[in-house]
């Protein structure tokens, strides 16, 4: 009978560990950003009802717009 490898059965128990909080942060992380990134847009009238954080300007530069409003009402 050949012994058990040591490293090998912590290397397993790793992956065992990862597995479920892979599972959390897909979905408790992911939901609780995308709710984040709309408190953080300015609101519209219009499908979807808000505007978005990253607009890309004519020189092709990145312009973030955050709307810090909702939270001080």
Known sequence: MKPLNFRKSI?????????????????FLVP???VLKI???ESTI??????PILQWVE????EIRLNFGNYLF
């Open 11 to 27: 290397e397993a128990r790793q992956w065992v560990a990862w597995i479920p909080t892979a599972w959390l942060l897909v979905f």
């Open 32 to 34: 609780f950003l995308v």
């Open 39 to 41: 408190s953080l847009s």
């Open 46 to 51: 219009a499908m979807p009802p808000y505007q």
């Open 59 to 62: 020189s092709g530069l990145a």
